[in-house]
C-alpha cells in the first residue's frame, strides 16, 4: 500500500472481487483510485480503471463497465510513448461482451469532440490518421495540431498543413520554421 503507486491496492481490489467480496473490493478499488490521482500516476489511474472494469463485470451494471472502461481507453490512448494496442487487446479479450461498445462509444466522442462550435470541421482523412497512430503498436510520428499553434500560419495549404483545413500537422524531429 503506498502513496505514489496503486499498484498494491489494485491487485488486491481484484483478488476481492474475484472471491466475491463486493464491498472490500469497491472499497479497496476506490481507495487505489485517490492514490493514483493524487500521485498524477495516468498509468496506473488507467490500470485501476480496468481492473474497476472487472468488478463492474461481476457486481456492477453493463452502463458502469462501459463507463469505466472507456475512461481507461481513453487515457491509455491519451498516454504519450505508450503502447495502447496492447492494453487494447487484452481488454477486447477480457470483455467481449462490451467491448464493441466501448469503441462504438469512444468514436461518437470522437466525432463530438471534431465538430465543436467555434472550431474547423476536422476532416475525417485527418481524424483517421490521428487515430490510427495512436492504436498501432508502432511508436507514433505523426500528431494534430490546430493551425494556430503553428509557426506560421500564412502558409496554411502548404506542407506541413493538411490542404484547406488550417491543420498542421507536425511530427518528431520537424524543423518549424
Not at 469505466?68 to 481488454?91: C, G, N, P, S, W
Request: aromatic share 12%.
Amino acid at each position: 500500500m503506498g502513496r505514489d503507486d496503486s499498484h498494491g491496492e489494485m491487485i488486491l481490489g481484484k483478488i476481492y472481487a474475484e472471491q466475491g467480496k463486493r464491498f472490500r473490493s469497491k472499497w479497496i478499488l476506490e481507495r487505489a483510485e485517490r492514490v493514483a490521482q493524487k500521485a498524477g500516476n495516468r498509468i496506473n489511474l488507467a490500470d485501476v480503471k480496468m481492473v474497476r472494469g472487472f468488478w463492474c463485470k461481476r457486481f456492477g451494471t453493463r452502463k458502469e463497465q462501459v463507463k469505466t472502461l472507456r475512461e481507461a481507453l481513453r487515457i491509455y490512448r491519451d498516454l504519450y510513448e505508450f503502447d495502447a494496442a496492447q492494453k487494447e487487446k487484452y481488454m477486447s479479450r477480457k470483455f467481449p461482451e462490451v467491448w464493441d461498445e466501448v469503441l462504438e462509444r469512444i468514436e461518437t466522442e470522437d466525432k463530438t469532440k471534431q465538430r465543436r462550435p467555434g472550431m474547423q470541421y476536422l476532416p475525417s482523412s485527418a481524424a483517421t490518421l490521428y487515430r490510427t497512430s495512436r492504436i498501432t503498436s508502432r511508436p507514433r510520428s505523426w500528431k494534430l495540431i490546430h493551425y494556430n499553434n503553428c509557426a506560421n500560419p500564412s502558409d496554411v495549404g502548404s506542407p506541413p498543413f493538411l490542404p484547406g483545413t488550417g491543420i498542421c500537422l507536425s511530427f518528431p524531429g520537424y524543423k518549424r520554421w
